[in-house]
């Protein structure tokens, strides 16, 4: 542990009890119909509350032991700071709630466990995973209901807040605000499941639960149609299946690679034939369904749902116009390579200074890829900040699993430090991880300094 026990660990412990709850608020579809007053005054409360957790710790004695270990992260938010009093002329209030958030993320979500024993850490980051768990297996039963009863709302609540209930666009938001961060979600309460199945649960109605819970959350993945999600499916089915053949193959190491690696091919295959035949399974079921729907003109609209992504079939750019958003950013970067425009900035300083670019002109707020946006926001300077602490984190939890070796360190933090692994990938298509609130950077965070605070026991 890095400091010795501190008297405000419960507030501490039902702070982010109750963030987790918010974040998840956020996730539900119906919550766009809540005046964006309540929002605001809610989450304004949490992040005055985080703020004052850590003006506390930084009087704590001992603190600066945990600031010195995280040089980086002091750094990245000192500049943060800066960054927004560079381009101050473009807005600064804006980026204060980044600032602050940021630092939550960092100094409260990432050190969560330092004043604990592993029993309580271990114990803690159960919970966090049976509150997903339930969450989700909720909201998941529902989405997949509004699937099979066809059922398509779409209204603007206003301006460019939008409220889907069901299939819309072509694809299944269900009870969910987005389907594309509700999708990684569903892949880290599938694997938290199966964690639970294998290594927590016993008796025969426990496991039926989560093996049912893996089953909606597979099903509801596939239906949402989330290029991000699916990838990091495709990765985490490859890799699992090269991991456990190559842990219980009886073989020299050599066989037992080429072995694992013709395995990891044949999940790759089986999982893609699998995930069509759902998608064709679907498309029959839709077709049985509608013959027993009732023949009002309310039910004859839903019948005709499309059951393919809008942008799959009218768009031919396969990233979704991902493309154009990272090479305006990049054109962006190359005037502000130092500093960076800061994280609220991005669009008025597009207008300003390149009006012609995709940003400029679409209003492109997130970069949707937390390594654009790094650069973007922060420049040269807090790319090398940011960077160098998640290679350092990297390399010091490498060399831990190579000493101990991966049979000797327990499940749980194996578990963890896969879901930190995908999140860092998944970064790679979406902003999850930096600059924003949501349920999928406090399970990065969370997880990252539970395997830290192992790694540097």
């Not at 004052?52 to 995280?70: C, R, S």
Request: with cysteine.
């Amino acid at each position: 542990m890095y400091l010795k026990e501190s008297p405000i660990t419960p507030i501490r412990q039902g702070y982010l009890i109750s963030l987790l709850l918010c974040l998840c608020l956020r996730y539900i579809g119906a919550y766009v119909l809540v005046p964006p007053i309540f929002d605001s005054c809610l989450f304004s409360f949490l992040a005055l509350t985080g703020v004052g957790i850590m003006l506390f710790d930084v009087f704590t004695e001992n603190t600066l032991v945990y600031y010195k270990k995280n040089l980086f992260l002091v750094l990245f938010i000192v500049f943060l700071g800066i960054t927004s009093i560079v381009n101050i002329q473009y807005g600064f209030f804006q980026n204060i709630k980044f600032i602050i958030w940021t630092a939550i993320n960092f100094f409260i979500l990432y050190p969560h466990g330092r004043f604990e024993t592993e029993e309580a850490r271990i114990k803690k980051m159960i919970l966090f995973q049976n509150i997903l768990i339930i969450f989700w297996a909720v909201m998941t039963a529902i989405s997949l209901i509004t699937y099979l009863l066809r059922i398509s709302i779409i209204e603007e609540i206003r301006e460019n807040t939008w409220f889907r209930l069901g299939i819309a666009e072509g694809r299944l938001f269900g009870v969910f605000v987005n389907p594309n961060s509700a999708s990684i979600i569903s892949l880290f309460v599938m694997l938290f499941s199966l964690f639970q199945i294998f290594f927590r649960v016993s008796g025969r109605l426990p496991k039926a639960v989560n093996i049912l819970n893996v089953t909606m959350q597979f099903l509801y993945i596939v239906i949402s149609e989330s290029r991000g999600t699916a990838m990091i499916f495709f990765i985490s089915a490859v890799v699992l299946s090269f991991g456990v053949s190559y842990s219980k193959l009886p073989y020299s190491t050599f066989r037992k690679i080429c072995v694992s690696a013709l395995i990891s091919i044949a999940s790759f295959v089986l999982l893609a034939a699998l995930i069509r035949g759902i998608e064709s399974l679907c498309e029959d079921l839709i077709k049985l369904i509608n013959l027993f729907l009732p023949d009002t003109t309310e039910w004859k609209a839903s019948r005709n749902i499309l059951t393919k992504r809008v942008d799959f079939v009218e768009n031919n750019d396969v990233s979704n116009l991902r493309f154009k958003i990272w090479l305006s950013a990049a054109e962006i970067f190359q005037k502000k390579w130092l500093f960076g425009v800061s994280p609220g900035n991005v669009v008025t300083y597009a207008k300003d200074v390149l009006p012609n670019t995709f940003i400029a002109t679409r209003g492109y707020i997130r970069s949707h890829s937390v390594w654009i946006g790094i650069p973007l926001y922060t420049g040269i300077c807090g790319t090398i900040l940011m960077f160098g602490f998640f290679l350092k984190s990297f390399v010091k939890s490498l060399k831990f699993y190579i000493e101990k070796g991966l049979k000797n360190v327990l499940s749980i933090y194996t578990l963890y430090a896969f879901i930190v692994t995908l999140t860092w990938i998944y970064g790679l298509v979406e902003l999850e991880i930096l600059f924003v609130n949501s349920a999928c950077s406090f399970v990065f965070w969370t997880s990252l300094g539970f395997v830290r605070e192992r790694v540097d026991f």
